[in-house]
């Protein structure tokens, strides 16, 4: 998984339990500098309106954002809400994979069952849409 924006939506969505193992293991071998530790921030949501096509404010969310460096590598961790683990695990992770440490190279195993457990959430959630989908036509052919 070499994609930075893509690593990081898998990690969010359906593997908050695996980001923090890989944390783990490179937190247990490798020396982490905390550029800066989980934090709480708000952060501005913008949308563009579709009729005028200008820019709006829609509101802020919180959020928690953490950096850390590996070997002279940053990693940056940002998770909506407060969750600091996640936060710090995201970091370390990234900061690891910039790096290109070994031990990322076998996180195929992590990686596998992410992405299973994504498509069954996917199949999921499709499921329960068709289920409630309303059929608008209402005159036979």
């Known amino acids: 998984m070499h994609d930075c924006k893509e690593r990081t939506r898998l990690l969010i ?3 908050n ?3 923090l193992q890989m944390a783990n293991e490179i937190t247990e071998k490798y020396p982490i500098e905390w550029i800066s530790r989980p934090q709480e921030g ?5 949308v563009r309106e579709t009729a005028g096509q200008t820019l709006f404010c829609l509101g802020e969310v919180l959020i928690t ?3 850390a460096r590996i070997g002279g590598h940053i ?3 940002v998770v909506t809400g407060s969750r600091p683990a996640l936060c710090e695990a995201l970091a370390v992770v990234d900061a690891a994979c910039r790096a290109e440490l070994p031990e990322t ?4 195993a992590y990686w596998a069952r992410i992405l299973e457990r994504e498509n069954t959430q996917d199949k999921m959630w499709l499921a329960i849409r068709e289920k409630t989908k309303v059929d ?6």
């Open 136 to 141: 608008f036509r209402t005159m036979k052919e």
């Open 42 to 46: 708000l952060a501005m949501i913008k």
């Open 75 to 77: 990693g940056l961790g």
């Open 13 to 15: 969505r359906c593997g």
């Open 65 to 67: 954002e953490a950096k």
């Open 105 to 108: 190279n076998r996180w195929d």
């Open 17 to 19: 339990g695996e980001a």
